[in-house]
């Protein structure tokens, strides 16, 4: 049987300068073998309000030389599914940011416009020295720690779990279950023109203790992308801050999850101790 | 500058000769300054176009039953400048090449091979040395990073092979040891247009030769990298070989990350005409496009 799903959407996009705005709607086919998907003719989503040119203005704001700006990319938009007989909408916010000092770079995912954890980053960057070796235990906030869960799906570092949501990139019940091993229960479908994947979902943390040891060196944003168990973090001991490697391979402790970010297929940021 | 440009695409992908994902797309971006309004509106002309492009393609494609292949035709229009785009991606046993159905030759996978155990000189057959120098000067120049270390035999240019950009302004050639790249390229109507390579060409003037009896000579790139931070270069070598006298060993995909300037002081030698690459999809800012490659035979000292 063949399957038919179709998104109709607006987007607006703050990139290098421009600001794009987008209207598509489109159709995918999958009987299983082939995959096909192109544009379709539906009426437009009507115009929504867009901030994303006083956050760009915020984020510009709050960084000067000698930090510089390498990427900023911030998108607002808002789509309709239909697989089948399942409809849903949703909306989405995006930021991605890359700031550059020294031969350092951070990155800095959101889902929101919440500004607050692009001020630590920035303020962690333009004090950091020397790179160190990494600390013994490791605090990581939870803009790093939800960066490491996608990597982690399927390993024996922590305890994973998918948080449950009205709807997967089928229209399914995102399922609340600790997740083992693949196949992962969900499906993923970031655009009309992606054929949809297995993957987890929404992940979150859990572990026997929640004993955050405050005392530990904190990582507070990401140098580079996540590459399996390992981070390249900016570390906070006390008055320094300094670039580190870890290879996370136990993590001891695990916060209330606090909030969504965009990295794999979605992962809630909980603090960690590794 | 306002300017209207309208695209359309057809993408796919083959794998043993049975197709197995086919995407479609089009549509068009009213550009105003810094402004765009994209919209998915279809442009029959663009899409019969770029649909007639696909035929020889898919013919190659479906006979090769041991490949992935991936098929990529566009036409694309700049207020009235018209131009077509046909690529063909094709992997046999871990050996990629970027192609068209004009130029097509079929890749032959390798053995395994041996790890290469010391550093050695390089000879960069078969147009390879374009990767590198797409690296070490053509990424390096977007970020304007230049080199005075370059051999005075060497010219590395950007020329591109149409007329007018993906923003209306007519192209040039440009010299990449000294300047960025000025061709505004965009991968698709909902994409921001940025300076992009073309179609790097590296020539020698009267180059010193001389052929090293031990060293590795290197047939295919599987991708690279330049890291504009730290200004390091990163290879993944596809298919090489380590050569001692008439001794050849075939060696395992192996990479190379070495400084720019390290480049551009390695090269010591080449010989003939610019051997076209086959192919280099580069991807930039989420952005794939293809840009030409042509070098040499090119020697350099080990890159280490």
């Excluded at chain 2, 000294?178 to 020539?203: G, K, N, Q, Y």
Aim: hydrophobic share 40%.
């Amino acid at each position: 049987m063949t399957e038919v799903y179709r998104k109709r959407g607006r987007v607006v996009r703050y990139e290098h300068g421009h600001v794009i705005r987008s209207i598509e709607s489109g159709e995918a086919f999958d009987d299983g073998h082939l995959f096909r998907c192109g544009p379709s003719v539906m009426t437009p989503l009507p115009e929504f309000r867009s901030e994303g040119g006083e956050v760009v203005a915020r984020i510009a704001s709050m960084i000067a030389p000698p930090l510089e700006i390498e990427r900023l990319i911030v998108t607002e938009g808002i789509a309709e599914h239909e697989c089948g007989d399942i409809r849903w909408t949703e909306e989405t916010n995006r930021i991605h940011l890359a700031v550059k000092h020294r031969g350092m770079r951070v990155i800095v995912d959101l889902a929101d416009f919440d500004l607050e954890e692009v001020r630590g980053a920035i303020g962690a960057l333009y004090r950091a020295a020397n790179e160190r070796p990494a600390p013994e235990r490791v605090r990581l906030a939870p803009n790093v720690s939800a960066a490491l869960l996608p990597s982690l799906a399927g390993t024996d570092v922590v305890e994973l779990w998918q948080s449950a949501a009205e709807h997967d990139g089928k229209g399914l019940p995102v399922i609340e279950q600790r997740l083992i091993a693949s196949p992962w229960p969900n499906w993923f479908r970031p655009s009309y023109r992606t054929r949809p994947v297995r993957m987890p979902l929404h992940l979150r943390a859990a572990a026997s203790g929640d004993n955050i040891n405050y005392g530990a060196p904190e990582a507070v944003a990401l140098l580079a992308p996540v590459a399996g168990n390992v981070l390249h973090v900016l570390c906070i001991d006390g008055d320094v801050v300094f670039p580190t490697t870890i290879a996370v391979e136990r993590v001891l402790a695990v916060g209330p999850a606090k909030r969504w970010y965009p990295y794999g297929a979605g992962s809630f940021g909980a603090e960690m101790l590794v | 500058m306002e300017h209207l440009f309208s695209i359309a695409e057809r993408d796919e992908l083959w794998f043993g000769g049975v197709l197995i994902e086919s995407r479609a797309s089009h549509g068009q971006a009213l550009c105003r300054g810094t402004e765009i309004d994209a919209a998915d509106v279809g442009d029959p002309q663009l899409i019969e176009r770029a649909e007639a492009r696909m035929t020889a393609m898919r013919a190659l494609a479906r006979e090769m039953s041991d490949a992935r292949v991936r098929l990529v035709a566009s036409a694309r229009r700049v207020n009235d400048y018209e131009r077509e785009e046909a690529t063909m991606s094709v992997t046999v046993g871990g050996i990629s090449i970027v192609t068209t159905p004009e130029l097509f030759s079929r890749p032959s996978p390798r053995a395994g091979g041996a790890t290469p155990s010391e550093a050695l000189p390089i000879l960069w057959h078969n147009g390879s040395a374009a990767v590198l120098l797409h690296e070490a000067a053509g990424h390096a120049a977007e970020h304007g990073h230049f080199s005075s270390q370059w051999p005075k035999w060497l010219s590395i240019t950007d020329e591109p092979d149409f007329e007018i950009d993906d923003t209306g302004v007519p192209t040039r050639a440009v010299d990449l040891t000294t300047h960025a790249p000025e061709c505004w390229r965009r991968a698709s109507f909902r994409d921001v247009p940025i300076p992009r390579m073309t179609r790097l060409i590296a020539r020698q003037h009267d180059a010193p030769w001389s052929l090293p009896d031990h060293r590795v000579d290197v047939h295919f790139v599987a991708g690279g990298a330049y890291e504009p931070l730290t200004e390091m270069v990163t290879l993944s070598i596809s298919a090489a070989d380590l050569v001692h006298g008439e001794e050849v060993v075939s060696l395992a995909p192996f990479q190379l990350r070495v400084a720019r300037e390290r480049v551009a002081r390695a090269i010591v030698g080449a010989s003939g005409e610019p051997l076209r690459y086959p192919g280099v999809v580069c991807s930039r800012e989420g952005q794939e496009v293809v840009v030409g490659s042509f070098a040499p035979l090119m020697i350099t000292t080990e890159l280490v």
